[in-house]
């Protein structure tokens, strides 16, 4: 529920600014500033530093949470590439395709973003900037850095690495870097093995760039490798991930300051979905081929000393199918392969204009209005077999032909407004307003799965609650009106922030239960079969921050942070709790400089969870608090870094965790329980540049 705005979010993926417009163009931009080789993993431990919950899913895919949003009502951007998750579990989110280590710079705004910040969301953006090519003064293209960064984490042996290489001359440079991790399912804080929660990944990017006085040029090229990846509270696991991107990026200084970019990006992906370890049994492949192409044409003109127009046009292409292979001997699955999801298109074009005003020392405000067109599409599909067992009706028979003799093809159009203010109180205090619009139009699997029958539903969906999804051609997009208001002061011994927002959704997509299923037969066993609908929503919610320097003395610098966050959501028509919403949070923390020797202790307090989406039959949660000590140090070219997570080994409950299918699949008495957190780790890491 971060509550950051911003007044020229886009930009952030373009060349610094040298004049004095450039400290107007943020409300506060909170960021990872410059790349951190040494930080391995998921970019997960990036964002959650910055107040970003996450949906648990497999160890490298979870899923953002803004504002008490997940999954695409979060618009995530790599380099300003807006890639789709082409799995119906949305086991391959954008941020899976990048590591920690390959992030210079990762920017979060929630709840009132600019237009230029991105469409098609109503949660917030998320940008990840990695495309940050370097110079030399050298004329000819010769060694200018590189690294070498490895890690281990005890709770699940955890191996971490990283790699990148840099050459470089005044006008070129070439760039490599690499990430790998592999790792065993983890433990809870009772020393048990958290079932099926193994994965293994890797990452790859080269980009190449030129410049001279007043253009560049860049080309990126990406691939990743996931082999397999487990996650326990879907039924099924990713068994092969492969995909391959091209990003060319084009920038050029106009006159007087302003700029001119253009980007162009192809993404592909062949993902599958099976079954791969004894610790979550099944045969059923999935096999999920997306590919994404998108450009974006970016102006930023200044038309006064104090005044900015930013104009854009955008243009996003995703293509989807979806099958799954009937399997030899099988009288269910076969004899047909089952088609999910055929030739399935999304395409959004987009315009924004947005400008920016300096009034006086005290006064900033920008305005932006963003229009988007959505269309999307799929062709015919088909199911396993026709064939009625036992005199019962073959549901997914019946629904496919009903899906066939519909007219498939939905246009929406979308209309995006956001306006910001900021006020000087003093020198170091502000008031900031934000208030917008913002839309988000339904993804393929809402609109498009049509499967009724159990097995076929419970293989959609991205919310870990163990129930079955089925979509609806007829959705609407939906609709998000927020007001935010943001109060922050800053001296040199004590920092304050304290933010508020309140979100109306109309047209809220969420589920109403259409049948019952239980494939156990015992109580504890019984799930809902779901079907995506529309309705109206309201969230709100709040987050304070506080740090205060305690003391500068021969042992270092200390200084105490506190923060305190909370947020409500809930349905309009009957006051009931909206799923995954993450209960009063606190923390308080420790920390401690002795020249390049840094630590902290942070202690976490999680209330309990008991607002619950009753539909999806969600779990409450008990309390929990965590301790987690971390220590860094940097000698010359080589940093060390120690942590102990949940230093008490406490077992504890995850409120966005979801069940554990995996537990239910491996003794079916013990129903779905929500997933539980790791024990105590020790983790450890090294890093050398040269």
């Given at each position: 529920m971060l509550m950051a705005m911003t007044a020229a979010f886009s930009l952030s993926a373009w060349a610094d600014e040298a004049d004095s417009m450039a400290s107007v163009e943020r409300f506060e931009v909170i960021g990872q500033q410059p790349a951190h080789h040494g930080t391995l993993g998921a970019v997960d431990s990036l964002l959650k530093q910055q107040g970003v919950d996450f949906s648990e899913a497999g160890g490298v895919s979870a899923l953002p949470i803004l504002n008490g949003m997940m999954g695409d009502r979060v618009k995530v951007l790599i380099d300003g590439n807006d890639v789709t998750a082409s799995c119906a579990n949305q086991m391959n989110?954008?941020?899976?395709?990048?590591?920690?280590s390959q992030v210079a710079d990762a920017n979060v705004v929630a709840g009132v973003s600019p237009v230029s910040a991105?469409?098609?969301n109503i949660a917030g953006v998320i940008e990840i900037s990695s495309l940050n090519p370097k110079f030399s003064e050298s004329d000819s293209l010769q060694w200018n850095s590189g690294y070498i960064s490895a890690g281990y984490h005890s709770i699940n042996d955890a191996l971490l690495l990283g790699v990148g290489a840099e050459l470089a001359s005044h006008n070129f440079s070439l760039n490599y870097q690499g990430a790998y991790e592999d790792a065993n399912s983890y433990k809870d804080g009772n020393g048990d093995k958290v079932l099926d929660t193994l994965y293994r990944s890797q990452n790859h990017v080269l980009t190449a760039a030129w410049r001279d006085a007043t253009q560049q040029f860049a080309l990126k090229l990406t691939h990743q490798y996931i082999p397999f990846q487990g996650f326990a509270n879907q039924y099924m696991d990713m068994t092969d991930n492969r995909s391959y991107g091209v990003l060319a990026r084009y920038l050029k200084q106009l006159n007087h300051d302003g700029e001119f970019s253009a980007q162009t990006n192809w993404h592909t992906v062949t993902h599958k979905m099976g079954f791969f370890t004894p610790e979550k049994?099944?045969?059923?492949?999935?096999n999920t081929d997306g590919d994404d192409y998108s450009y974006q044409l970016h102006w930023r003109l200044p038309m006064s000393s104090s005044s900015m127009l930013l104009l854009g046009q955008e243009t996003y292409d995703y293509h989807l199918d979806d099958d799954w292979p009937a399997v030899t001997g099988s009288s269910m699955m076969g004899p047909n392969d089952y088609v999910n999801i055929n030739n399935g298109r999304r395409l959004r074009a987009a315009l924004y204009g947005e400008w920016q005003q300096h009034l006086n020392p005290n006064w900033w405000w920008s305005l932006g209005g963003r229009y988007e067109y959505v269309m999307t599409n799929a062709g015919e599909v088909q199911a396993y077999n026709s064939m009625s067992m036992m005199g019962m009706t073959n549901v997914d028979a019946t629904a496919a032909s009903a899906f066939n003799n519909s007219n498939h093809k939905r246009s929406d159009n979308l209309l995006d407004i956001t306006l910001m203010t900021r006020y000087q109180l003093s020198a170091a205090q502000q008031l900031e307003f934000g208030l917008a619009q913002k839309n988000r139009a339904p993804n393929l699997y809402e609109r498009y799965s049509w499967g009724q029958g159990?097995?076929?539903?419970?293989?959609?969906?991205?919310?870990g609650d163990g129930n079955g999804y089925v979509g609806d051609i007829n959705l609407k997009p939906e609709t998000a009106r927020t007001l935010s208001i943001a109060y922050k002061a800053n001296t040199e011994s004590w920092q304050f922030s304290a933010t508020s927002w309140y979100t109306k959704v109309q047209d809220y997509i969420d589920a109403q239960v259409i049948g019952?299923?239980?494939?156990?037969?015992?109580p504890a066993g019984q799930r809902n079969l779901l079907q995506f609908i529309n309705l109206d929503a309201t969230l709100y919610g709040a987050r304070i921050n506080a740090g205060y320097r305690l003391a500068d003395n021969l042992s270092?610098?200390?200084?105490?942070?506190?923060?305190i966050s909370a947020t409500h959501g809930e349905r309009d028509n009957s006051n009931e709790p909206l799923y995954q919403i993450k209960p009063l949070q606190t923390a308080l923390a420790l920390q401690q400089q002795l020249g390049s020797w840094q630590n902290s202790v942070v202690w976490q307090w999680v209330a309990a969870k008991d607002r619950v989406d009753p539909r999806r039959l969600e779990n409450?949660?008990?309390?929990?608090?965590l301790i987690n000590f971390t220590s860094r140090m940097k000698w010359q070219q080589?940093?060390?870094?120690?942590?102990?997570?949940n230093l008490l080994d406490h077992y504890y409950e995850l409120p966005l965790g979801g069940v554990s299918i995996a537990d239910y699949k491996a003794d079916s008495s013990v129903g779905f329980n929500q997933m539980v957190g790791s024990g105590r780790s020790l983790e450890f890491g090294v890093s050398y540049s040269f």
């Open positions: 989110p954008p941020l899976s395709y990048i590591s920690a991105g469409g098609d049994t099944g045969m059923m492949p999935m159990v097995m076929a539903s419970t293989m959609i969906g991205w919310f019952t299923f239980n494939k156990s037969g015992l270092g610098s200390w200084q105490l942070d506190a923060s409450d949660t008990a309390a929990y608090s080589v940093t060390l870094s120690l942590a102990l997570n």
